[in-house]
Nanobody, 117 residues
């Protein structure tokens, strides 16, 4: 099982920035495709951004041009730089890891992001 620990959430102003970080352990990081999801209470988790083992990113349309996902294979971390934040970005953000050999998916505990209008 992959353990994921998120950090970096908090309060930002409309148009501000936050950076989320997720540290992974329990598996070889190069075997993991990583992603960030978010979910309002009562709703399903939605993909925000993902990055493959080879570093190819993908973004939800709602965050393209504002968010950037990156990974550091030396530190076993994946970050989400969030710029030009909007009140609609307020949510709990979850780090996700998919292991390509185990075919398992693991989640972090979530970190709250709140954007004040």
């Amino acid at each position: 099982q992959v353990q994921l620990v998120e950090s970096g959430g908090g309060l930002a102003q409309n148009g501000g920035s936050l950076r989320l970080s997720c540290a992974a352990s329990g598996a070889t990081f190069n075997d993991l495709d990583m992603a960030w999801y978010r979910r309002d209470p009562g709703k399903q988790r939605q993909l925000v951004a993902s990055i493959t083992r080879s570093g190819v990113p993908r973004y939800a349309d709602s965050v393209k041009g504002r968010f950037t996902i990156s990974r550091d294979d030396a530190k076993n971390t994946v970050d989400l730089q969030m710029n030009n934040l909007k009140p609609g970005d307020t949510d709990v953000y979850f780090c996700n890891a998919y292991h390509i050999s185990w075919h398992t998916m693991d989640w972090g505990q979530g970190t709250q992001v709140t954007v004040a209008s």
